[in-house]
């Protein structure tokens, strides 16, 4: 007897079969019983005698039976195996389970995000839920496969780093080795990806998981996120937006078929047309806002390289001045416009590229400053100390010893998953999201430690502000 996938039934009629599962629904007619047994891979129909009303709702349940075709007027055109049945032979409980606290035979949004998040492993077995995930692991294959076919190289860079500012607050982490030292959870691993250039890597990808500790909203998530960090040697601006647009085109042929790009190539529209056209610099190109499998995507370009200093870019890692970066400190000025670095850089053109999809921005990048000297003067102009660029020291040195030019992007793999799904909040395609208070799902971190812990860093808490 074989142990097949639910999915496999359809394919075995006539076979005695082996299956594991949830009892989903249990319909109980007296002298005959239903089951609906639901595994990853789908639903049937198991039909037996009034022992199997032993069974209740999502019991774990092992059973053994022959798979039949039904008669045709009890054919189910709404599930893929709604042509067969399993006749039971023998069955197992495994595991009990007690009345859920939640339906998960909806698609859920109606139920309260909070019970949601507390009983994420339940919330999950709901088929969308199933259906994002699923998806996301896809859209991942898929770009994996794309570019190491095209001679990129996965790389893992640290958790445990030094700041690395993309202009939010960082996630610290106390050290015990060096006490009163502190580790950054990357906000990307900007800095490292640009070494593994000097490496001589020339062509990186990782699906990088950045931390930044920013007020969350529906299309960013609270503290963690993942993006698809790319970056290469010897390119221009034009082959890095090529191989994204590329990249995109055939990921959505291959694993969203019914979805329209609007336009190809994408449009390119400068920051300053953005802003005058659209008042926005992520304009929304649909023809129709409705329909919900039309896809604009579009790149913004010619950004101006700096954007006047706000008390949060200050907060969050800048020097005291008037300008901060457009993107991040290591973008590099368009060539014709290096002289005014000194005269007027507020007119300083960056070599910035911002992803648009639908209204979203879903990823940015740049080709970067190679050139320790102009780095050197990105940093005076937006107010670093020298304390503040010793911190930056090391990726310095190593643009010393033989540096290519290089650039790269980061699509952002959950907001691009929330666009094309169609779903309300980047929470949808996450298995265990942060609420919006930062509490994780289902774990309820942070929470306190032990007074040992503390003492073993040497920190002291203390109440208030
Ligand atoms: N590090 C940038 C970010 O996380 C992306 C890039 O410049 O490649 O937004």
């Not at 088929?127 to 001679?151: A, G, H, Q, W």
């Not at 005291?320 to 368009?334: E, G, N």
């Not at 507020?346 to 992803?355: S, Y």
């Amino acid at each position: 007897m074989k142990k097949i996938f639910i999915e496999e039934t359809i394919t075995r009629i006539g076979e005695e079969v082996e299956l594991y599962g949830w009892a989903e629904t249990i319909r109980d007619h007296k002298k005959v019983v239903f089951v609906d047994l639901r595994d990853s891979t789908g639903i049937v129909q198991i039909v037996g005698g009034p022992q199997l009303s032993e069974i209740s709702s999502e019991d774990v349940v092992r059973v053994t039976g022959v798979i039949k075709s039904r008669p045709d007027n009890l054919i189910n055109d709404k599930i893929p195996t709604g042509k067969i049945e399993i006749e039971l032979k023998d069955f197992t409980i495994i595991s009990k389970s007690n009345s859920l606290p939640l339906p998960i035979d909806t698609d859920g949004y109606e139920v309260d995000e909070e019970v949601r998040h507390n009983y994420r492993y339940l919330d999950l077995r709901r088929k969308r839920m199933l259906k994002n995930l699923r998806t996301r692991s896809e859209v991942i294959t898929f770009m994996r496969d794309f570019l190491t076919k095209r001679r990129f190289i996965e790389i893992e860079t640290p958790i445990l780093t030094k700041t690395s500012p993309e202009g939010a607050r960082d996630f610290i982490v106390p050290s015990r080795l060096q006490r009163g030292k502190f580790y950054a959870l990357p906000q990307s691993p900007q800095q490292y990806k640009q070494l593994l250039m000097v490496a001589g890597i020339e062509r990186y990808f990782q699906i990088a998981r950045c931390f930044r500790d920013e007020d969350p909203r529906a299309d960013r998530a609270y503290g963690e996120f993942t993006q698809l960090d790319i970056e290469m040697s010897f390119v221009t601006q034009e082959d890095i937006l090529e191989l994204t647009e590329q990249l995109f085109t055939e990921l959505i042929k291959k694993v969203f078929p019914h979805k329209k790009i609007k336009e190809s190539p994408w449009p390119r529209i400068s920051h300053k047309e953005t802003i005058e056209k659209y008042k926005s610099d992520r304009p929304d190109l649909r023809k129709n806002k409705e329909d919900k499998d039309e896809l604009a995507f579009a790149w913004i370009v010619d950004f101006p390289l700096f954007t006047e200093q706000s008390q949060e870019d200050f907060y969050h890692g800048m020097g005291k001045s008037k300008y901060a970066p457009s993107h991040h400190m290591f973008t590099a000025p368009r060539q014709e416009d290096i002289p005014l670095l000194d005269k007027d850089p507020g007119k300083v053109r960056g070599l910035q590229h911002d992803l648009v999809l639908n209204g979203f921005e879903v990823g940015g990048g740049s080709i970067r400053i190679h050139d320790p000297k102009i780095q050197e003067k990105v940093f005076t102009l937006i107010g670093f100390t020298q304390e503040q660029k010793d911190r930056f020291s090391d990726l310095l040195e190593a643009f010393t010893y033989g540096v290519p030019p290089h650039g790269g992007i980061a699509p952002g793999l959950d907001r691009f998953l929330m666009v094309i799904l169609g779903e309300p909040s980047i929470r949808e395609i996450v298995a265990f999201p942060a609420s919006s208070s930062g509490k994780t799902a289902v774990m309820h971190a942070p929470s306190t430690v032990e007074k040992e812990q503390l003492e073993e860093l040497g920190i002291n808490i203390h109440e208030g502000k």
